[in-house]
């Protein structure tokens, strides 16, 4: 049976363009709230495979997705490289705030296997669980990203510390990015051994960066982890995801060799169809906020992208991950009106 998103990733257009989204598994959803809360935190969910690979699956479950998403989060590397990380209810993400060189210095070089270990067990279960024409997908966060967390300790508007820190301490900042990369190819690798069959690199706030900044914190540390994984994953499927990166895409296409680009819902359509999907597959850009409305503005959405993209190989998405007081009938109308039944 074909797995119609590997299918698009290998270059090849389907009549009608599979479907997954961005967060797919998530607070949207009431089966996803109950084992959430049967985890107590976000990051036991993360690290316990039999829950972990039950919110993976719940999305396919009911929606019939054409992939599933690994459940987990990009901060687990952080973790692994001996940060501490823990989740606020409601305010997201926190870690110890990395402040100079010294602290740089004193990062594990390499990522603790032991605790990466029960992601690739999630992997083991999810694969043996999904349908035939399920593609399973892996994902780490790009360097860049995952340091904008680890330099403030929380989620900002505009990435102004790690902005500064790469301004004032480059070579420490360079020396983060090196271990990042390393950890994130080591990662990677062990997903597609446990059985992810493409994987997506989440480069979220790509887009705060001049050009020349996005060029070394975002292209050279991207195109390093795609050598490193295929250098060991022989035709491994990298979807790169640089939200925001507007005129800098093409580069990063032509530079990392990803095999596909998620387009963020700000791009303009005309543009990435000539200069993108003219060279690599490409997914997404449907605003998540359009799927928050739901009625005539989400048809209207949908048909757009479906219009823009669908000629070509094209895989349907969001621009960026589902808001989580979404409704699910809108994610079925969506469905409706991207499979045409
Ligand atoms: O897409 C999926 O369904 C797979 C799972 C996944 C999660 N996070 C689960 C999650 C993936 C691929 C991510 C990636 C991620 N995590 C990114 C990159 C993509 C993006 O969305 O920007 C980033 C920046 C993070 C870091 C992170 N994790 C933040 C900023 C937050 C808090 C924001 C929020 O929505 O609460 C998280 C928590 C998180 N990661 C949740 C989920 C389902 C919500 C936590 C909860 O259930 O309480």
């Not at 969001?318 to 994610?331: E, F, Q, R, S, Y």
Request: aromatic share 8%; proline share 7%; glycine share 8%.
């Amino acid at each position: 049976m074909k797995k119609s998103v590997l299918e698009v990733l290998n270059g090849h257009r389907q009549t009608v363009p599979p479907v997954w989204m961005m967060r797919q598994a998530g607070r949207y959803l009431p089966e996803y709230r109950a084992v959430r809360e049967k985890a107590g935190s976000f990051l036991k969910l993360c690290f316990t495979p039999e829950l972990a690979a039950e919110v993976t699956l719940q999305p396919v479950r009911r929606f019939g997705f054409d992939a599933a998403i690994l459940f987990s989060d990009i901060l687990v590397i952080p973790h692994a490289l001996g940060r501490t990380v823990t989740f606020v209810e409601g305010e997201g993400p926190r870690l110890d705030p990395l402040k100079d060189a010294l602290a740089v210095g004193k990062l594990k070089k390499v990522a603790d296997g032991s605790v990466l270990a029960p992601i690739y067990e999630t992997v083991r279960l999810v694969k043996a669980a999904l349908p035939a024409n399920t593609t399973l997908i892996g994902f780490c966060g790009a360097p860049w990203t995952v340091a904008t967390y680890m330099v403030a300790g929380h989620g900002t508007t505009d990435q102004a510390p790690a902005r500064l820190f790469a301004y004032q301490q480059p070579e420490a900042f360079a020396q983060m990015i090196d271990i990042l990369v390393e950890a994130s190819v080591t990662y990677l690798v062990g997903q597609f051994e446990a059985g992810v069959e493409a994987v997506q690199i989440f480069d979220t706030w790509a887009g705060v960066l001049p050009a020349d900044e996005f060029e070394r914190w975002c292209i050279a540390p991207t195109q390093k982890i795609v050598a490193g994984v295929r250098a060991r994953v022989p035709g491994a499927k990298i979807i790169g995801f640089p939200r925001g990166a507007g005129f800098g895409l093409p580069v990063y296409v032509e530079r990392t060799g990803v095999d596909a680009v998620s387009l963020d819902w700000s791009i303009d359509r005309d543009f990435a169809r000539e200069k993108i999907q003219s060279r690599v597959p490409v997914q997404g850009n449907l605003d998540p906020l359009a799927l928050r409305a739901g009625g005539a503005a989400l048809d209207r959405a949908a048909d757009n992208v479906m219009h823009a993209f669908s000629p070509k190989p094209f895989i349907f998405n969001l621009g960026h991950g589902i808001l989580p007081d979404t409704p699910i009938a809108h994610v079925e109308q969506m469905l409706k009106r991207v499979r045409g039944n």
